[in-house]
Nanobody, 123 residues
Framework: AQLVESGGGLAQPGGSLRLSCAASGFTFAHHAMGWFRQAPGKEREFVAAITYTGSSTYYDDSVKGRFTVSRDNAKNEMFLQMDNLKPEDTARYYC?????????????????WGQGTQVTVSS
């Protein structure tokens, strides 16, 4: 199984970016997926998650109302639309695959991770 993120870069405060996660090597449509991020000197933190059908989405309070997670099961892709970006959103963003959804989304059993894509928000 492999996950490859893309779409990161430099954005100004208030700007937007759209991250993509391309999945291969497993049946993408059978798995919930998530996005996490890690800023320098900080622990990795949950950002968003989406169920295998895409019918339910979950967000950390820090991004709720600004970020939108979605997926295209026909193309084996997941997306994170990030609007109204803030400097505190600066981090490396990782997509991940869940193999079990017990408890709240930040604690799901994530077993495959991508290499990440860097997002920097600065004027």
């Amino acid at each position: 199984a492999q996950l490859v993120e893309s779409g990161g870069g430099l954005a100004q405060p208030g700007g937007s970016l759209r991250l993509s996660c391309a999945a291969s090597g497993f049946t993408f449509a059978h798995h919930a997926m998530g996005w996490f991020r890690q800023a320098p000197g900080k622990e990795r933190e949950f950002v968003a998650a989406i169920t295998y059908t895409g019918s339910s989405t979950y967000y950390d309070d820090s991004v709720k109302g600004r970020f939108t997670v979605s997926r295209d099961n026909a193309k084996n892709e997941m997306f994170l639309q990030m609007d109204n970006l803030k400097p505190e959103d600066t981090a490396r963003y990782y997509c991940t695959k869940s193999q079990g959804e017990m408890g709240p989304p930040p604690t799901w059993d994530y077993d495959v991770w991508g290499q990440g894509t860097q997002v920097t928000v600065s004027s």
